[in-house]
């Protein structure tokens, strides 16, 4: 696929253009709700909210490093004047715990970006596994979940149980293509409309039924019998169907997802997804995800590339 030219020094431009803000150092990417005539809720963009990052304890090192013959002058590693992104220092500090390098002659937190690149560039990326990030997604579709939990390695995933939600926190998803075409985007809302609407009739019916004595649908408790309803009701919800997900990856698995997710062969709605995780994790650690290119297709849309995949 062929891109324009690379983009590397616009990813803070293009976090801000997509409405990117940081609050207390975690960059937040909202997607805002639109609605159809019949008042069903759907979101045309994925929402990314950075909910966790990681706090590194580099004084604490103290006690361990005087320890040590001060000849070697280990506890000048505590006074770098140089303040890091607390990921990248805490990668930083566990890749120089293998060598012991806290004397005078290790790498300096102002050339930690150089350090990083050593790693990646060789595939020593075990070190990057002690700093994890999670956001919550939101605005992606049921398959862009199916898609993103395939991920096994390095990650945690909490996602909408739509067994236990009712239809109350029902939305949908609209995929890009739809939104430039007026007929697709019309046949989008009323399949939405229909989807909302046949879920709460579905609901109705089976609520019926479980009063009528309906030995799969009855329960015991009034939580397990709204499970079975719902659980039974959702059979016909579509792909498109919102599901909201908290995903937390540390940033060699998080970086390897964004190098197969946010690739010019990636689906087009889990690579917006892998944009705006690209763009709020180097918002946060420009450092450790330092290595990426931002590229643009024909098609307007973006991707995210690096030389040091799979570190
Ligand atoms: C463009 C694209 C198209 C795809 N099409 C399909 C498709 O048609 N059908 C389909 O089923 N899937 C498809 N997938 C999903 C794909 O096959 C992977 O399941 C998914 O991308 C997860 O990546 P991963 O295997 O690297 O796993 P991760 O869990 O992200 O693991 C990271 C790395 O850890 C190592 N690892 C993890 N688990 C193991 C293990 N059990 N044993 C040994 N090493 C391990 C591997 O080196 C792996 O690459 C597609 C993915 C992409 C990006």
Redesign the pocket.
Known sequence: METTESRAQRAPELFEALGGTVADGFPVIHSSVSHTERGTPYLKAPGVVMLARPRTNVAGLAGFLEGFDPELRFPEYLDDPTRLPDSTQLCKTAGQTCYMSFGPRRTKNENAAAYIERLTSAGHGSVLEHASFSFLLYGISRSVTH?LV??????GFSQISQRYVSGAVLRFVERPEYQEDEELHRLFEERADRAASEYEAMAEQLLERQGGGNSMLSADYKTDARKKVQQTARSLLPNETEAPIVFTANVR?LR??IE??A?A???SEIRTLALRLFLCAVTADPILFGDYRVGELLDGTFTVTTENR?A
């Open positions: 898609e395939r991920h096994r390695a390095g990650t698995a390897h997802i197969m997710r690739d062969h990636a689906e799979k």
